[in-house]
């Protein structure tokens, strides 16, 4: 079967550095993805990684190793505004963009 | 640049009737895609069309249907309502499909009772 695994909840301080890890399984792969969700609204992309390795974006960072079947999304200097569900997402052989069940991230003053 | 829209965003049903639901995508976008999210079972992927086509399906019934229009406007159909179809269906849009930046809508929530 197909799955991606990720931790439920995540609760870290303001300030500090958080990392979200996800682990998948799945009939082929393209690249790991991303999204933030805050309750009730739209998710929104954060970040891609098709090659293993870091990418970052501004206080946002992605890292993946295909080898291992696994990535992290690392947040630092974390604000109350971060508080949401981030989803880790991979895409196919079929083409169907596959989501993890997401990770509740409380950030906490 | 105007985002995703969809239509309704609230809707209440009860079981046995039937629900369109709509989405325009960003302009000059040509895909679009839908998911449905429940707390039990997250985002799950229904279908994907691109220039009125469909290029991929997820595993749901078949009571789910979609399709596209020229304008890439895309509408899903559940025909038959269940409660277990109380959830938030998303929209979501890309340039030309296949792609892993998917830009979504704010979803409609439908309510079967």
């Known amino acids: 079967g197909q799955s991606l695994e990720q931790p439920s909840e995540v609760t870290a301080v303001e300030g500090a550095i958080v990392q979200i890890n996800c682990t998948y399984q799945?009939?082929?792969?393209?690249?790991l993805s991303w999204y933030q969700q805050h309750d009730g609204g739209a998710p929104t992309f954060l970040s891609y990684?098709?090659?293993?390795g870091l990418e970052e974006t501004g206080r946002f960072s992605s890292f993946l190793s295909r080898s291992d079947s696994y990535g992290y999304l690392l947040l630092q200097e974390l604000q109350m505004k971060d508080s949401a569900s981030y989803f880790c997402?991979?895409?196919?052989?079929?083409?169907?963009?596959?989501f993890g069940q997401g990770t509740e991230l409380s950030v906490k003053p | 640049k105007a985002g995703v829209t969809q239509t309704p965003r609230y809707l209440i049903k009860t079981r046995g009737q039937q629900v369109t639901l709509s989405c325009s995508p960003i302009?000059?976008?040509?895909?679009v895609s839908w998911y449905q999210q429940t707390p039990g079972q997250g985002l799950q992927f229904l279908f994907e069309?691109?220039?009125?086509?469909?290029?991929n399906k997820g595993n749901f019934p078949g009571r789910f249907s979609g399709r596209q229009f020229s304008n890439s406007r895309s509408e899903m159909n559940v025909s038959t309502l269940e409660l277990g179809d109380s959830a938030l269906y998303l929209c979501?849009?890309?340039?030309?499909?296949?792609?892993?930046?998917?830009?979504f809508g704010p979803g409609t929530r439908l309510t079967v009772l």
């Open positions: 979501a849009s890309s340039r030309a499909g296949g792609e892993d930046t998917q830009y």
């Open positions: 799945t009939s082929g792969f393209y690249g």
């Open positions: 990684n098709a090659l293993d």
């Open positions: 997402a991979v895409r196919d052989w079929g083409g169907k963009l596959i």
């Open positions: 302009s000059g976008h040509r895909s």
């Open positions: 069309y691109f220039s009125e086509t469909q290029r």
